[in-house]
């Protein structure tokens, strides 16, 4: 008798577990890959996940102390006899060194949000020199569907490819967006329309000036 040191249904689990971190950070993906590719209109796709996202990290991490528990808990003596009558060397699916590296992965795929604005260019705020301040004009837009810095970034990209605009602050947790622009050089219908190609979009209804 053999005994395995990953079971079947452990490593069943372990690509359940790999499949789920990936699911749950799809809101987060989605918008860089968008970004790469430049079909911003999906950016927005999987944003109504957002809500079960806790659950499916909280399920990932479930899943993933168990195949652990299982390949570190104490053997059997029963165990540890059919050990002895084994002669082959385990494979590296079979291994911790496998576990680890799905375990490690599965990590950076659930912690995606918080290095995604990464994957964007640098979006320094830019100086007006010289401008009058009734020739600008600051409007904060109310976006919906961002969830992750990823998301930042992207309706950031978006309005600042607006020629005329100066400046923006966009924030997931705020849902919004505070843009600063050249009254004689665009309009915010034009910075709307831009933001709305990402696939998020902005309540004109919640607009604040």
């Known amino acids: 008798m053999k005994k395995e040191n990953l079971p079947k249904n452990d490593k069943t689990l372990l690509g359940a577990g790999l499949g789920i971190a990936f699911i749950a950070s799809l809101c987060c993906i989605t918008p860089?890959?968008?970004?790469?590719?430049?079909?911003?209109?999906?950016?927005?796709?999987?944003?109504?996940?957002?809500?079960?996202?806790?659950?499916?990290?909280?399920?990932?991490?479930?899943?993933?102390s168990f195949v652990w528990y299982q390949k570190l808990k104490p053997r059997t003596q029963e165990e540890m006899e059919c050990a002895c009558e084994e002669n082959e060397k385990p494979s590296f699916w079979q291994s911790k060194a496998f576990l680890g590296m799905v375990t490690a992965i599965s990590v950076i795929l659930l912690a995606f949000p918080y290095y995604s604005n990464a994957f964007?260019?640098?979006?320094?705020?830019?100086?007006?020199?010289?401008?009058m301040p009734d020739q600008v004009e600051t409007v904060t837009f109310n976006i919906k569907g961002m969830t992750c810095t990823g998301c930042e970034?992207?309706?950031?990209?978006?309005?600042?490819?607006?020629?005329?605009?100066v400046e923006v602050k966009a924030s997931y947790k705020e849902h919004s967006a505070k843009i600063t622009y050249l009254k004689e050089k665009t309009t915010r219908e034009t910075i709307i329309a831009a933001i709305n190609k990402t696939g998020f979009t902005v309540d004109e209804d919640k607009t604040q000036n």
């Open 32 to 64: 860089v890959f968008a970004f790469l590719a430049g079909i911003g209109g999906i950016a927005s796709v999987f944003s109504w996940m957002e809500p079960v996202r806790p659950y499916l990290i909280g399920l990932t991490v479930l899943i993933l």
């Open 120 to 131: 964007f260019p640098d979006t320094a705020k830019q100086e007006v020199v010289y401008v």
């Open 153 to 165: 970034a992207t309706v950031d990209n978006a309005a600042r490819s607006v020629d005329g605009v």
